[in-house]
């Protein structure tokens, strides 16, 4: 023996439930959009409080690395200045050395030369800058004036 069924429904009925349907899927597909946005919120929180928190270390770092390398050129340049001191009186001490010796050869030249010549070199040897003017350019063959 064969059983049949015959269900009926009204078309309206049915539109009803596709509704329900798209609503569910489009209130699921809402909620996983916003906890996607939520998502990337915090990820773009985490990320500036990173960011802010790299930045901070950096300004520490370079503040740091600054007054280091402004000690190390204070100290440098310290050394230098007391270098050079130093060079500049060494520079003296054989300026000093060879006029001392340039004057014990002039006086041997003044010994050995004519006499034009050792009227020159006296005049060269002695101490004041003054007794310049007492050579007399023609005797080195230098017009005068």
Do not use: C
Request: no cysteine; hydrophobic share 35%.
């Amino acid at each position: 023996r064969s059983v049949f069924f015959s269900f009926a429904a009204s078309h309206e009925e049915s539109k009803s439930s596709d509704i329900e349907i798209e609503k569910k899927v489009d209130a699921d597909s809402g909620a996983q959009e916003e906890s996607e946005e939520e998502a990337w919120r915090q990820a773009l929180a985490a990320f500036k409080e990173q960011t802010l928190k790299m930045q901070a270390v950096s300004k520490e770092a370079y503040e740091s690395y600054s007054k280091k390398a402004i000690l190390i050129l204070k100290e440098t340049s310290e050394n230098f200045k007391i270098q050079a001191d130093r060079a500049r009186q060494d520079l003296s001490v054989v300026a000093k050395e060879i006029a001392d010796e340039s004057k014990h050869y002039f006086e041997t030249a003044a010994e050995n030369s004519p006499q034009p010549l050792k009227e020159i070199v006296e005049t060269f040897t002695s101490s004041s800058p003054s007794d310049l003017s007492q050579v007399q350019d023609f005797h080195v063959g230098i017009p005068y004036g």
